[in-house]
């Protein structure tokens, strides 16, 4: 069983940054796939970006070239920097694991989720 912790989440305005961190338990975590995933008011659960066991990334459109997304094996933590952050990022953001290695754009093929940690960007 894995737990995950999402922190780092708040209000911020237009064009600022934030870092969120997912905070995992467990001794596989280096083995396991990592994504961010966030939910809107009234909208599904969508795909921010996920890092494979091997480091590979892979960012959706929307945020490409804002967020970055690391891990420290060491610490079992994954890192969502959010730079250029806009009033559409506004969402509850998900930390998730996936078992396999390889990563996925697809939340049910996430084994565990966090708690979620708010960030809300005002214009």
């Known amino acids: 069983q894995v737990q995950l912790v999402e922190s780092g989440g708040g209000l911020v305005q237009a064009g600022g940054s934030l870092r969120l961190s997912c905070a995992a338990s467990g001794r596989t975590f280096s083995s396991y796939a990592m994504g961010w995933f966030r939910q809107a008011p009234g909208m599904e659960r969508e795909f921010v970006v996920y890092i494979t066991s091997g480091e590979t990334t892979n960012y959706a459109d929307s945020v490409k070239g804002r967020f970055t997304i690391s891990r420290d094996n060491a610490k079992n933590t994954v890192y969502l920097q959010m730079n250029s952050l806009k009033p559409e990022d506004t969402a509850v953001y998900y930390c998730?694991?996936?078992?396999w290695g390889s990563g996925s754009y697809y939340a049910t093929t996430y084994n565990y989720w966090g708690q979620g940690t708010q960030v809300t960007v005002s214009s």
């Open positions: 998730a694991a996936r078992k």
